[in-house]
């Protein structure tokens, strides 16, 4: 990882010095699922978690790959009406893109953020049940992503659900990006497929 140019944090006596930078680096180098990451993002990234502060994201708007080993799990919701017989999807890809597994399924009359709650929750106890690891999770709710990257509270009535994500989520390496709809479109058709279906389905092929 090339070490980069001195970021600087919106608190003027955050702005690191080359000992530190060098210290960050080193520590980061060894984990793995850091080495598709920027330093400066996870140096940025840092400082939100430690001084609340808030930064900018990088929005994506295309779906892309990952690096080699590592998987995305995209996943949505869909309603008619908010609130709204609703439904969620998700799919996972490994590195060249191709399809490992997807879902989708109704979850009854709901509002939109416990929708896009209860899509994560579905996909990330899928992945931790098939025992996977080395995962980019992306959404397009950005209230969601910015809860479990741990930034702000999430409302009370979710708390299940979040204690059971972060439970699942000691057993493998997350990191969690807020994406635009146009880079999360497979999820989104298979959460409006999902308003119309009975019953949760998994699927080892997308569906026609």
């Known amino acids: 990882m090339a070490t980069p140019l001195s970021p600087k944090s919106s608190r003027g006596d955050l702005e690191p010095s080359t000992m530190q930078v060098r210290y960050f680096l080193g520590w980061v180098e060894v984990i793995p699922c850091f080495k598709f990451v920027s330093a400066y993002e996870l140096w940025e990234g840092w400082l939100v978690v430690c001084f609340n502060e808030e930064k900018k994201q990088k929005i994506v708007h295309e779906w892309a790959p990952l690096d080699t080993g590592f998987l995305k799990l995209n996943f949505d919701w869909s309603s008619l009406g908010n609130p709204g017989p609703a439904g969620i999807g998700g799919v996972?890809?490994?590195d060249r893109g191709e399809l490992i597994w997807a879902f989708a399924g109704p979850i009854g009359v709901t509002d939109s953020t416990e929708a896009e709650v209860r899509a994560a929750h579905q996909g990330i106890k899928l992945f931790v049940n098939e025992r996977l690891s080395?995962?980019?999770?992306?959404?397009?709710?950005?209230?969601?992503?910015?809860?479990l990257n741990g930034a702000g509270?999430?409302?009370?009535?979710f708390d299940y659900h979040f204690d059971e994500m972060l439970d699942w989520m000691r057993s493998s390496t997350f990191l969690f990006r807020h994406v635009r709809r146009s880079a999360n479109s497979m999820a989104d058709a298979l959460a409006r497929d999902g308003?119309?279906?009975?019953?949760?389905?998994?699927?080892?092929?997308?569906?026609?």
């Open 153 to 157: 509270s999430h409302p009370w009535r």
């Open 92 to 94: 996972l890809r490994n």
């Open 134 to 147: 080395n995962v980019v999770i992306e959404g397009d709710s950005p209230n969601v992503i910015r809860w």
């Open 195 to 208: 308003v119309t279906l009975k019953d949760l389905a998994h699927y080892d092929s997308l569906p026609p």
